[in-house]
């Protein structure tokens, strides 16, 4: 498969890293990787995520500007606006303005109907104007979502998955090794053996910032925009600087959610789409070792 | 056809079928009882978490410009004949579930202990806008009436609306009885404007915006709200959908 990522080239900082291997699994062996609570929890969120985030956008639509602050309202100065002209559609960000004409602000509906809404038909719930509807679906998984993080939490605590898996090391995140880390990613070296059983550290990174930075940032600003929660819990408004603003973060951590997901899809597709995917359903990875390479014959060390 | 059409193809077809799957699940009556269902823990869980006041504000932090929405002028000819004259004549009607029925004057609401509070109003669009509301607060005029103890729901009748309906929202007495639950006469410091909802305006904060029913002629108290108009307790939600408790 010439699309394989060149992994015969074992990186000299991950054979360090490397347990002693002594006894313990070896290249092509199936080996446990992922909890039935982490396993059950990622496809739920594939769900939860993807309604949350399409019928998000619909309610964006409603009223497409995010200001900074308590207030704001179409008389205010928004930081950000998909809006349109009586030709085009457009994205502003600040005195940035990028044409979208077709995409967002202005497009064409299933029906061949010329609308001048944010987010197009194709990927709002519901696919018709409908901020009521928006609103049934976003609130409804808004339990799900809250709910089923705060159960994996509480599991990967009792199961002891945090402690084990991404718990960072002072040395993981000292310059030097962030930075050969970085480079395995960018040359797409994969680690092989019993190393691909730990995370490296930019994967506990980016997994410890979904988990504990923007799920949960994504949850309280969402809260702090009910004008019920604000009257029960005021220090929502405190900690984000005003409902506005809440609302700006919210939007700014559906965005980062949003690369997260296009970067572990990436990633997912690198390192062996079947095996990663096989893993995350029954649990069971299948250790890569030295061998595809050395049968592509690309790489001859 | 070479590979990227088939691939963009494939997409599209996926998307269409995904897409296609979501419209007919939201149209579905039993996924819909579900979505709805959450919307009922929503009620709940506020009313244990979310008791207080709303956040008051000092003047600097209100709004420069507050801005209208939904009816803004009402075309009854009897509501405008009372808008060309100040309202003199004008009186608000109490009445249902009360041992007292009262017709007020805007100098009767003006005799009763006003509150005023500078609160920020979050419109279910998404925007927001901080301005300062003052009048009566609704429990003492409830109170003024002898509210009977079968009411369970307190309805606003207003002056607007459209072909198909008047407008009227309802609350019930948790949120009837909040302080912060006024009958506003005054805005900004000056008599409410028509486009705000002149001459009398429920305030019901910890709510969005299309609770706070403008207009307002007539405060019935009621039972039960399942039986009035198409049954869901207020205008927009009889007309849109939208949920009858908004506190998120």
Not at chain 1, 50 to 63: E, P, Q, R
Not at chain 2, 20 to 34: F, H, M, Q, T
Request: aromatic share 10%; proline share 5%.
């Amino acid at each position: 498969m010439a699309a394989q990522p060149d992994r015969s080239a074992m990186p000299e900082k991950a054979q360090q890293d490397a347990p002693e291997a002594t006894v313990g699994p070896g290249p092509g062996d199936l080996v446990k990787r992922h909890h039935l609570s982490t396993r059950l929890w990622h496809w739920l969120n594939v769900v939860t995520l993807a309604v949350m985030m399409m019928s998000g956008l619909m309610i964006f639509n409603a009223h497409p500007r995010l200001y900074w602050g308590e207030y704001g309202a179409n008389a205010d100065p928004a930081w950000f606006e998909i809006g349109s002209t009586e030709t085009t559609g457009f994205v502003q960000a600040g005195s940035l303005r990028i044409e979208t004409t077709g995409v967002l602000g202005r497009w064409t509906d299933q029906d061949g109907v010329l609308r001048r809404r944010a987010f197009p038909y194709w990927i709002t719930i519901p696919s018709r104007y409908s901020l009521a509807d928006a609103r049934l679906w976003h609130f409804a998984f808004a339990w799900v979502l809250g709910l089923s993080l705060a159960a994996f939490m509480t599991a990967s605590l009792l199961n002891r998955h945090f402690k084990r898996h991404l718990t960072i090391s002072l040395d993981e995140v000292r310059p030097s090794h962030l930075w050969a880390d970085i480079k395995d990613h960018a040359r797409l070296r994969f680690p092989i053996e019993a190393a691909a059983l730990r995370y490296n550290i930019l994967q506990k990174l980016a997994y410890a910032a979904v988990l504990f930075g923007l799920l949960p940032l994504i949850i309280f600003t969402g809260l702090a925009m009910s004008p019920a929660m604000d009257a029960g819990w005021p220090w929502l408004l405190d900690i984000f600087g005003g409902r506005q603003s809440a609302r700006s973060l919210h939007f700014i951590a559906m965005v980062a959610l949003v690369a997260f997901f296009l970067v572990h899809i990436a990633m997912v597709v690198l390192a062996g789409p079947i095996n990663e995917v096989r893993s995350m359903i029954s649990g069971y990875y299948r250790l890569p070792g030295k061998r595809p390479e050395s049968r592509s014959g690309e790489v001859a060390p | 056809m070479n590979r990227r059409d088939l691939l963009g193809g494939l997409s599209l077809g996926a998307g269409g079928l995904l897409l296609g799957g979501c419209d007919r699940l939201n149209a579905d009556p039993s996924v819909r009882k579900i979505l709805v269902g959450a919307e009922a823990l929503n009620l709940r869980s506020q009313r244990l978490l979310a008791g207080g006041l709303a956040r008051e504000y000092r003047r600097d932090q209100m709004s420069p410009v507050f801005r209208t929405n939904g009816n803004t002028r009402p075309e009854s000819t009897a509501y405008l004949a009372h808008a060309a004259t100040n309202f003199v004549d004008w009186r608000l009607i109490v009445d249902g579930l009360v041992a007292m029925p009262l017709k007020l004057s805007l100098g009767d609401l003006g005799t009763f202990p006003q509150r005023a509070q500078i609160t920020r109003h979050d419109c279910v669009e998404g925007w927001s806008a901080i301005g300062k509301w003052q009048g009566p607060m609704l429990s003492d005029i409830l109170k003024a009436a002898g509210l009977s103890d079968r009411a369970r729901y307190i309805v606003f009748h207003c002056a607007d609306g459209d072909a198909n309906r008047p407008f009227y929202e309802s609350i019930d007495l948790y949120d009837a009885f909040h302080p912060q639950t006024i009958m506003a006469l005054l805005m900004n410091d000056r008599r409410l404007p028509m486009g705000h909802g002149a001459p009398l305006r429920l305030r019901v904060e910890r709510q969005l915006g299309y609770k706070h029913a403008k207009f307002v002629m007539r405060i019935e108290a009621r039972a039960r709200i399942d039986d009035l108009y198409d049954g869901k307790g207020g205008y927009w939600e009889d007309s849109a959908g939208y949920a009858w408790y908004a506190g998120i």
